[in-house]
């Protein structure tokens, strides 16, 4: 690494560093500390979607996943492509709660335990993806620096950094910088990707290279059970990923939230594009790697090979995007931990009424406790491995809860509790978890067909209609066995979420406090009856779901259209 490259990163970690203390003035209450004052446009809010949701660890396992599959690997991320249309759908709910955290839909939908046991379960899972995420980092700053950084270092450094102007400036610091943020991360998307494949000589030189057709199939054999069922999983839990609140609910409108949240993943599926055609490359110029340890380090390794060759200051240049992608999520998951403990556990169950100005501290102090327990976990984790299927599994089993009690009366707190245990417990039987008590892998490889077997293991899209399919199944059961939840607390709930937030709506002193002025917008239901609440949409909601689709499908056939013809021979 050269002068200009350590010039670089300072100026890089100075600037974002002073522009979160900047906004740290505007932060008064735990309002603004969690939710940002909901001040926020449409511009601050696709960046602080695009931002919180994407990270360096992505664009690796694409990367890792496409040079061991070939072009199917970018499934690993667009398994959330046909997902992102619901997300304009969506997202208004939880604006509509006029709340700072999920766990409190949980706490009046429901119960305050279940509510707890989303806050612990959010907040566990958030500070070890936080540590796993500065963990991966390190490693890959010391391949792609060549040894100039040390591991520790960059993690130290790193964790102070976000932990500082998070504290500070709240989320409000994490969408202004998150504006920064993106546009470093769309440069870490695209960086390599030119210079890659003009040292194979462009998508002719990349096809000859390869020699395998099958690596340049959007879809390989198998995947679309995949697609589908890994898909539907992610609809169901994508909505208790805990920064997915704040996401959504931090504009000054609902439309700001549509926008923003849709728009930003919008830009991440077409990065992941990036991500997968530099996996794709990285097959001709590093043939023969093996072992997950060494494929993961491609990314970074071809960033430490093709960089210093083309300019001075390009391999900083690439560590400060690095360091973008990263912080830009990891702010965000600390203050949604944050949130999640100190408004939903020491809030109600140790230090109910008190002011808001010593909720405000505590805030800060949990955070900064949140990102000093990832640290140590970080240093404690001896490898890094990329467990997105085991978060895929864990953040569906509370999303069965929130989705049934979201359109039906009769959901109740109990079934919530049973629903939940009982498809963990099944998530972890598919996994092999329980081995010693019964070896699921075994049982399967006897008495099941072929095709629910991968490598001598239960497929995963198996696995998940087990879980999700029990997980459902019981809390319909449960509910219909134990008493009705209070009406009064119900229509409190749906009287908020069937209540538009007015442009000059005040910020709500309590979750789900809709104005005396508001009124509810009548809309007919799909099916009458007075325990179900599913409505049909607006006309405005439904064009711009139907408007996301038509971006979607321009993604997906645009990109086949592509590779179809990309570097063919006549």
Known sequence: MSGIDWLVIGLYLLAVTGLGLWTAERVRDPHDFFM??????????????????????????????????????????????????????????????????????????????????????GALQLTVNIGTMIKGVGTMLVTVSGGSIHEGTAIATLSLLFTVYGIAGGLQAAIVIDLVQSVLTIGLSFMLLPFALRSVGGFTGLRIAIGEPEAFHLIGPGDMFYIVVVGFNALVGVVTQPHVHANCAAGKTELDGCIGYTYGNLIKR??????????????????????????????????????????????????????????????????????????????????????????????????????????????????????????WRVQALMGIAFWVGLFWRRATATAAWCSTLVAFAVAALGANALRNVFDVNAFA???????????????????????????????????????RPSQVRLDRLYRALHTPVGQDEPPPRAPFEVPPESIPRPRRKIIEHPDFELRYPTVGRLLGFLHVWLWVLALFIGLAWFIAGAGHTS
């Not at 001598?456 to 134990?482: D, H, K, N």
């Open 36 to 121: 940002g004052g909901r001040r926020f446009g449409k511009l601050f809010m696709v960046c602080f979607g695009f931002g919180a949701g994407t990270h360096t660890d992505q664009a690796v396992s694409v990367a890792a996943r496409t040079y061991s599959h070939g072009l199917s690997g970018i499934w690993l991320q667009w398994i959330w492509l046909f997902v992102t249309p619901f997300f304009w759908l969506f997202a208004p709910i939880f604006r509509r709660m006029r709340a700072l955290t999920t766990a409190d839909y949980f706490e009046l939908r429901y119960s305050r335990s279940v509510a707890a046991l989303y806050a612990l379960v």
């Open 270 to 391: 077409v990065c992941t594009i990036g991500w997968a055609l530099t996996g794709l490359t990285a097959i001709a110029l590093y043939p023969g790697l093996t072992t997950p340890a060494e494929i993961d380090q491609t990314f970074g390794l071809m960033a430490r090979d093709l960089l210093p060759a083309v300019g001075p200051g390009l391999i900083g240049l690439f560590i400060a995007c690095i360091l973008a992608a990263v912080m830009s999520s990891c702010d965000a998951w600390m203050l949604s931990s944050a949130a999640l403990v100190t408004e939903n556990i020491y809030r109600p169950y140790f230090a109910p009424d008190r002011s808001r100005a010593h909720y405000l501290r505590v805030g800060r102090i949990v955070a900064g406790t949140v990102v000093l327990s990832s640290v140590i976990y970080a240093h404690f984790l001896e490898s890094v491995s990329h467990g997105l299927e085991t978060f």
């Open 445 to 483: 490889q006897h008495w099941l067909p072929a095709w629910t077997l991968q490598d001598g293991a239960l497929r995963l899209p198996v696995q998940m209609l087990a879980y999700l399919g029990t997980g459902f199944v019981t809390i319909v059961a449960v509910s219909l066995l134990t008493p």
